[in-house]
């Protein structure tokens, strides 16, 4: 029996997180599959980020949106990027991980495009997550530090160097904006 | 705001789409088969969701309410008497919705004293303690057999509620007592794993449960020796 204690307002809150459950745990295992490669280990990996979820619940307004789609997927990349690094100890660059370890949903597999968004969608995991939470979703840079486990500090810091590297990227692919 | 600002602001729900499309549709991502422990620990998520500031919040916000209802109340008791006035207000109710059930709490002074449970099976001894301003989970475990209980007791502050979830379904609880307190029994199935024990104590507004996989006829025995006195605690 899942159980919970809930002292709330309204009915709709009390079934936010057994829809987040269902909606979006084969999608969380397949994320973390993906990454970790190792049963056990995705399992550990979702649970972490099922906890992550109850943290920021108060902030999902609608779970079934592709906000929360997103929410969601990124939390558990974020969540799984980090065991996998605890794990295999793996030395990773300091400015975002290589693209291979790093996309839950596979860059390989983005089409290729030479715009903003595609290149947005290309980028190392930690800079595309952080972006996506404050211009996509809107969270503040304290709530991205939060969902993403990181300093409210290095959450600033990892926006600037992911729009420095957006740029990067951009002027390299001659786009311009 | 620069013009890169600008400039993610305005591709931001794009890049997410394309992103997110990479990934399989909903309907043909594979049903993964869970291990026993991650289906446990899945059902340990409220007592962290207890903790959280949410809940805090949400807390000081039904206090409040609380504190208008208890004038009215107060009111109401100069023409009832204090028995009357008390039946009137006692509540808790079960609701069942499909694959949950809700107990659902609607008053206003719980006595928020500390719990134990007096008599413990062989073995078990006192591992984590989780506690709320609304609540607190006890955690014990016997290391050699590997098994389990959480004891939790709430307060049944109005606006409190709490939810069983399951998938599968919920079946109607075997009705049964402790210390003449009315309980709901729910038998372990292949989605909970544990037999739950949920009782309430109508004279001081608390709620109460052990989650675990031990045998009914021990849940019980675990139950009938809750008490206020913190006997086994060391």
């Known amino acids: 029996m899942l159980v919970y204690l809930t002292l709330i307002d309204s009915e709709d809150e009390t079934s936010k997180f057994e ?49 929360t789609r997103s929410l969601i997927v990124i939390i558990t ?9 605890k794990l295999r100890r793996t030395l990773l660059p300091m400015d975002g991980e290589p693209y291979a370890v790093s996309s839950g949903a596979g860059t390989e597999d983005i089409p290729v495009r030479m715009d903003v968004a595609a290149a947005i969608a290309a980028l190392p995991a930690r800079y595309r997550e952080a972006l996506l939470l404050k211009y996509d979703c809107g969270y503040s840079t304290a709530e991205i530090a939060q969902m ?30 | 705001m620069d013009a890169m600002d600008e400039l993610l602001y305005r591709h931001a729900a794009e890049a997410r789409d394309l992103w997110l499309g990479a990934l399989p549709p909903d309907e043909l991502l594979p049903e993964r088969p869970v291990s026993q422990r991650f289906a446990r620990r899945m059902a340990r998520l409220l007592r962290q969701g207890r903790r959280s500031p949410a809940s805090n919040r949400a807390l000081r916000y039904a206090r409040r ?42 008053d206003e002074t719980p006595e928020t004293l500390p719990r134990y449970p007096a008599w413990l099976p062989e073995g078990f001894v006192l591992a984590d303690d989780f506690q709320s ?22 307060y049944m502050y109005d606006g409190t509620q709490i939810e ?32 739950y024990l949920i009782w309430f104590d109508e004279v001081r507004n608390t709620v109460f449960s052990i989650d675990s996989d031990l045998e009914k006829s021990v849940i019980l025995h675990i139950a009938e020796s809750v008490d206020l006195e913190d006997s086994t605690k060391n």
């Open chain 2, 65 to 106: 309410a609380a504190a208008v209802f208890l004038a009215l109340l107060l009111g109401a008791g100069a023409f009832l008497g204090a028995a009357e006035a008390r039946a009137a207000v006692l509540a808790w109710a079960r609701e069942t919705y499909g694959s949950k059930v809700l107990y659902r709490f609607t």
């Open chain 1, 148 to 177: 993403l486990s990181m300093t409210e500090a290095n959450a600033r810091k990892t926006i600037q160097r992911a729009k420095a590297k957006l740029k990067q990227l951009l002027d390299e692919q001659e786009v311009t904006f």
């Open chain 1, 77 to 85: 990349e974020r969540t799984a990027i980090d065991l996998n690094r």
């Open chain 2, 164 to 195: 069983l979830y399951n998938p599968n379904g919920i079946p109607d609880p075997e009705k049964l007592t402790v210390n003449g307190m009315e309980a709901d029994f729910y038998p372990a199935d292949n989605f909970s794993m544990t037999n």
């Open chain 2, 133 to 154: 301003d609304i609540s607190r989970s006890l955690y014990y475990v016997n290391d050699e057999t590997g098994k389990e209980f959480v004891f939790d007791y709430s």
């Open chain 1, 19 to 67: 829809i987040v459950y269902e909606r979006y745990k084969d999608l969380m295992f397949y994320v973390a599959d993906r990454i970790l490669n190792d049963a056990e280990d995705a399992e550990d990996a979702v649970h972490q980020s099922f906890l992550k979820i109850i943290g920021v619940l108060e902030k999902i307004e609608d779970p079934l949106c592709p906000k």
